[in-house]
Protein backbone atom coordinates (compact mmCIF):
# COMPACT_ATOMS: atom_id res chain seq x y z
CA UNK A 1 0.00 0.00 0.00
CA UNK A 2 1.36 3.50 -1.05
CA UNK A 3 3.01 5.83 1.86
CA UNK A 4 1.25 9.18 1.75
CA UNK A 5 2.73 11.75 3.35
CA UNK A 6 2.93 15.86 2.50
CA UNK A 7 5.07 18.39 1.17
CA UNK A 8 4.30 21.67 1.77
CA UNK A 9 3.43 23.90 -1.50
CA UNK A 10 6.76 26.67 -0.98
CA UNK A 11 9.21 22.87 -1.33
CA UNK A 12 7.21 22.06 -4.28
CA UNK A 13 7.61 25.18 -5.83
CA UNK A 14 11.42 25.91 -5.02
CA UNK A 15 12.64 22.52 -5.77
CA UNK A 16 10.71 22.62 -9.16
CA UNK A 17 12.09 25.94 -9.69
CA UNK A 18 16.04 25.28 -8.72
CA UNK A 19 15.44 21.95 -10.91
CA UNK A 20 14.50 23.88 -13.93
CA UNK A 21 17.55 26.34 -13.18
CA UNK A 22 20.43 23.78 -12.97
CA UNK A 23 18.80 22.28 -16.42
CA UNK A 24 18.85 25.17 -17.93
CA UNK A 25 23.30 25.99 -16.80
CA UNK A 26 23.77 22.28 -17.59
CA UNK A 27 22.45 22.98 -21.38
CA UNK A 28 24.63 26.41 -21.82
CA UNK A 29 27.62 24.86 -20.32
CA UNK A 30 27.07 21.51 -23.03
CA UNK A 31 26.37 24.07 -26.00
CA UNK A 32 29.30 26.38 -24.70
CA UNK A 33 32.72 26.52 -25.87
CA UNK A 34 33.96 23.54 -23.76
CA UNK A 35 30.76 21.60 -24.14
CA UNK A 36 30.99 21.05 -20.42
CA UNK A 37 28.28 19.55 -18.24
CA UNK A 38 28.43 22.02 -15.36
CA UNK A 39 26.77 19.95 -12.32
CA UNK A 40 27.68 16.10 -13.74
CA UNK A 41 30.53 15.22 -11.13
CA UNK A 42 30.25 11.69 -12.75
CA UNK A 43 31.46 12.81 -16.10
CA UNK A 44 33.74 14.99 -14.80
CA UNK A 45 35.27 13.14 -12.50
CA UNK A 46 36.07 10.08 -15.37
CA UNK A 47 37.21 13.08 -17.32
CA UNK A 48 39.49 13.90 -14.72
CA UNK A 49 41.05 10.86 -14.55
CA UNK A 50 41.18 10.33 -18.34
CA UNK A 51 43.66 13.21 -18.10
CA UNK A 52 45.53 11.72 -15.44
CA UNK A 53 45.96 8.57 -17.27
CA UNK A 54 46.65 10.53 -20.76
CA UNK A 55 49.10 12.59 -19.08
CA UNK A 56 47.36 15.69 -20.30
CA UNK A 57 47.86 18.31 -17.29
CA UNK A 58 46.45 21.23 -18.63
CA UNK A 59 42.77 18.96 -18.96
CA UNK A 60 43.37 17.54 -15.25
CA UNK A 61 43.88 21.04 -13.99
CA UNK A 62 40.75 22.29 -15.43
CA UNK A 63 38.85 18.99 -14.08
CA UNK A 64 40.53 19.24 -10.53
CA UNK A 65 39.51 23.08 -10.55
CA UNK A 66 35.53 21.68 -11.67
CA UNK A 67 35.24 19.74 -9.25
CA UNK A 68 36.85 21.27 -6.33
CA UNK A 69 34.71 24.23 -7.59
CA UNK A 70 31.13 22.35 -7.15
CA UNK A 71 32.72 21.06 -3.36
CA UNK A 72 33.29 24.47 -2.53
CA UNK A 73 30.32 25.53 -3.18
CA UNK A 74 28.44 22.74 -1.31
CA UNK A 75 30.98 23.86 1.54
CA UNK A 76 29.72 27.21 1.46
CA UNK A 77 26.45 26.19 1.42
CA UNK A 78 26.78 23.94 4.65
CA UNK A 79 28.63 27.25 6.15
CA UNK A 80 25.28 29.32 5.44
CA UNK A 81 22.35 27.40 5.99
CA UNK A 82 24.20 24.93 8.87
CA UNK A 83 21.01 22.37 8.75
CA UNK A 84 20.93 19.54 5.88
CA UNK A 85 16.89 19.66 6.76
CA UNK A 86 14.88 21.16 4.62
CA UNK A 87 12.50 24.01 6.98
CA UNK A 88 11.35 27.12 6.06
CA UNK A 89 13.61 29.91 7.68
CA UNK A 90 16.69 29.20 7.11
CA UNK A 91 18.99 31.61 5.55
CA UNK A 92 18.52 30.22 1.92
CA UNK A 93 18.09 33.49 0.59
CA UNK A 94 21.72 34.18 1.46
CA UNK A 95 22.59 31.32 -0.50
CA UNK A 96 20.66 31.97 -3.29
CA UNK A 97 21.73 35.44 -3.88
CA UNK A 98 25.53 34.25 -3.92
CA UNK A 99 24.63 31.41 -6.08
CA UNK A 100 23.30 34.59 -8.45
CA UNK A 101 26.55 36.45 -7.87
CA UNK A 102 28.39 33.72 -9.21
CA UNK A 103 26.56 32.72 -12.41
CA UNK A 104 26.42 37.14 -12.69
CA UNK A 105 30.47 36.90 -12.59
CA UNK A 106 30.39 33.66 -15.09
CA UNK A 107 28.69 35.36 -17.99
CA UNK A 108 31.35 38.13 -19.11
CA UNK A 109 34.41 34.87 -18.58
CA UNK A 110 32.46 32.71 -20.36
CA UNK A 111 31.78 35.05 -23.06
CA UNK A 112 35.68 35.47 -23.18
CA UNK A 113 36.57 31.96 -23.31
CA UNK A 114 37.63 31.28 -20.36
CA UNK A 115 37.71 28.48 -17.76
CA UNK A 116 37.16 30.35 -14.80
CA UNK A 117 33.79 30.84 -15.70
CA UNK A 118 32.86 26.75 -15.70
CA UNK A 119 34.22 26.80 -12.58
CA UNK A 120 32.10 29.69 -11.11
CA UNK A 121 29.07 27.88 -12.63
CA UNK A 122 30.44 24.71 -11.10
CA UNK A 123 30.68 26.05 -7.68
CA UNK A 124 26.72 27.83 -8.22
CA UNK A 125 25.63 24.57 -9.00
CA UNK A 126 27.15 23.04 -5.82
CA UNK A 127 25.93 25.73 -3.35
CA UNK A 128 22.55 25.05 -4.54
CA UNK A 129 22.74 21.55 -4.32
CA UNK A 130 23.96 21.48 -1.00
CA UNK A 131 21.29 24.04 -0.03
CA UNK A 132 18.25 21.74 -0.99
CA UNK A 133 18.92 18.80 0.93
CA UNK A 134 15.78 17.05 2.08
CA UNK A 135 12.24 17.69 3.73
CA UNK A 136 10.64 15.04 5.62
CA UNK A 137 12.80 11.89 4.45
CA UNK A 138 12.32 13.43 0.45
CA UNK A 139 15.74 14.23 -0.83
CA UNK A 140 15.88 16.68 -3.13
CA UNK A 141 19.08 16.97 -5.40
CA UNK A 142 18.25 19.73 -8.25
CA UNK A 143 21.44 19.86 -10.26
CA UNK A 144 21.85 16.55 -11.39
CA UNK A 145 18.92 13.38 -12.02
CA UNK A 146 20.80 10.43 -11.37
CA UNK A 147 20.04 9.41 -8.11
CA UNK A 148 16.40 10.11 -9.08
CA UNK A 149 15.73 8.27 -12.06
CA UNK A 150 17.97 5.31 -9.67
CA UNK A 151 14.81 6.06 -6.93
CA UNK A 152 12.15 6.30 -9.62
CA UNK A 153 13.09 2.95 -10.58
CA UNK A 154 13.42 1.06 -7.26
CA UNK A 155 10.12 2.41 -6.29
CA UNK A 156 9.02 1.58 -9.82
CA UNK A 157 10.05 -1.87 -8.90
CA UNK A 158 8.95 -2.20 -5.61
CA UNK A 159 5.48 -1.56 -6.45
CA UNK A 160 5.55 -4.43 -9.47
CA UNK A 161 6.36 -6.64 -6.68
CA UNK A 162 3.58 -5.64 -4.35
CA UNK A 163 5.83 -3.51 -1.75
CA UNK A 164 5.08 -0.26 -0.08
CA UNK A 165 6.31 2.73 -2.13
CA UNK A 166 6.71 6.70 -0.91
CA UNK A 167 4.23 8.22 -2.92
CA UNK A 168 5.49 11.30 -2.03
CA UNK A 169 9.29 10.27 -3.07
CA UNK A 170 8.07 9.21 -6.32
CA UNK A 171 6.02 12.87 -7.05
CA UNK A 172 9.73 14.70 -5.68
CA UNK A 173 11.48 12.03 -8.31
CA UNK A 174 9.41 13.60 -11.37
CA UNK A 175 9.07 17.03 -10.32
CA UNK A 176 12.91 17.39 -10.49
CA UNK A 177 13.13 14.87 -13.67
CA UNK A 178 10.83 17.02 -15.18
CA UNK A 179 11.90 20.62 -13.67
CA UNK A 180 15.61 19.68 -14.89
CA UNK A 181 14.24 18.04 -18.61
CA UNK A 182 12.30 21.30 -18.68
CA UNK A 183 15.56 23.74 -17.99
CA UNK A 184 17.47 21.70 -20.94
CA UNK A 185 15.04 22.04 -23.12
CA UNK A 186 14.74 26.41 -22.19
CA UNK A 187 18.09 26.32 -22.00
CA UNK A 188 18.52 25.09 -25.56
CA UNK A 189 16.30 28.05 -27.03
CA UNK A 190 17.73 30.77 -25.15
CA UNK A 191 21.52 29.60 -25.82
CA UNK A 192 20.63 29.32 -29.62
CA UNK A 193 19.70 33.53 -29.16
CA UNK A 194 21.83 34.93 -26.01
CA UNK A 195 24.60 32.23 -26.22
CA UNK A 196 26.80 32.51 -22.81
CA UNK A 197 24.13 35.35 -21.67
CA UNK A 198 21.51 32.76 -21.60
CA UNK A 199 22.93 31.95 -17.87
CA UNK A 200 21.82 35.84 -16.76
CA UNK A 201 18.52 34.33 -16.94
CA UNK A 202 19.15 31.49 -14.06
CA UNK A 203 21.09 34.33 -12.47
CA UNK A 204 18.19 36.57 -12.32
CA UNK A 205 15.84 33.78 -11.37
CA UNK A 206 17.86 32.75 -7.99
CA UNK A 207 18.90 36.77 -7.21
CA UNK A 208 14.98 37.12 -7.33
CA UNK A 209 14.06 34.20 -5.44
CA UNK A 210 16.70 35.01 -2.78
CA UNK A 211 15.61 38.80 -2.15
CA UNK A 212 11.58 37.64 -1.92
CA UNK A 213 12.25 34.94 0.56
CA UNK A 214 15.04 37.14 2.67
CA UNK A 215 11.99 39.73 2.83
CA UNK A 216 9.54 37.19 3.83
CA UNK A 217 12.09 35.67 6.22
CA UNK A 218 12.56 39.19 7.64
CA UNK A 219 8.91 39.64 7.92
CA UNK A 220 7.80 36.54 9.58
CA UNK A 221 10.52 37.11 12.07
CA UNK A 222 8.79 40.50 13.24
CA UNK A 223 5.72 38.59 13.63
Given at each position: MPVLRQLPRWAW???????FIAGLINAAGYMGFRHQSISNLTGSTT????SLGTGDRGEAFHWALSLLAFVFGAMASGAIVQKSTLK????????LLLESLLLFAAVPLLQHEWSIGLWLASMACGLQNGMVSAYSGAVFRTTHVSGMFTDLGIYLGHRLRGLEVDILR?????????SFLFGGVAGA???AHLRERSL?????LTGLCGTLYSLYRQRTATQ
Open positions: VGGGVLALLGILGRPYGVAVRVCLLVIGLLFLIPAI
